[in-house]
Each structure stands twice: as structure tokens, then as C-alpha cells.
């Protein structure tokens, strides 16, 4: 480990999946009667989480909830309790 090897910046799983979401929100608004990206998200998140957590496809929820003016992506992961793999 060099001294200065802080300084570079390292980007973990969650950072780059965090940027790949930002860069899918910001082309499906910029496009109008685009494809609906939902299911894809929902896809690549669930190939995400499954390299960690063993979980079922339904576990990965992805929704779009109006708040006034504003559109919420709302991701939703059932996670499998530990304690009863552990068992």
C-alpha cells in the first residue's frame, strides 16, 4: 500500500449502481414516450444484490410514486432473514 493510495478514489458496487441509476433517470427524461425502464432496473438490481444475498425475483420492487410535483423512484428489497439460513 502506497502512501498516497487514499487519494484514489475507489468506487464501490454501490456508488457505480447508484451512477447507472442516475444516468438511466436523467435519459428517460430527457426522452419522451421512451421505454419503460422499470423492468430492466429491476433486472439489473436483482443480478446486483444476488452476487452478496441469495433472493428470490420477487424480492426487487421498482415503482414510480407521484408526490406533487415531483417523480420518487421507489425500490423496495425483501431481504432473507439470517438468522434462519443460519439455523
Not at 6 to 20: C, P, V
Not at 21 to 50: F, H
Amino acid at each position: 500500500m502506497g502512501l498516497f493510495d487514499f487519494l484514489k478514489a475507489k468506487k464501490n458496487t454501490a456508488s457505480i449502481a447508484k451512477d447507472r441509476l442516475r444516468i438511466i433517470i436523467a435519459q428517460e427524461r430527457s426522452t419522451l414516450g421512451g421505454r419503460d425502464y422499470l423492468p430492466l432496473l429491476r433486472q439489473e438490481l436483482l443480478e446486483v444484490i444476488r452476487k452478496y444475498v441469495s433472493i428470490d425475483a420477487e424480492a426487487v420492487k421498482v415503482d414510480v410514486v407521484k408526490e406533487g410535483d415531483h417523480d420518487i423512484l421507489d425500490i423496495s428489497v425483501a431481504l432473507p432473514d439470517e438468522r434462519a439460513s443460519a439455523a
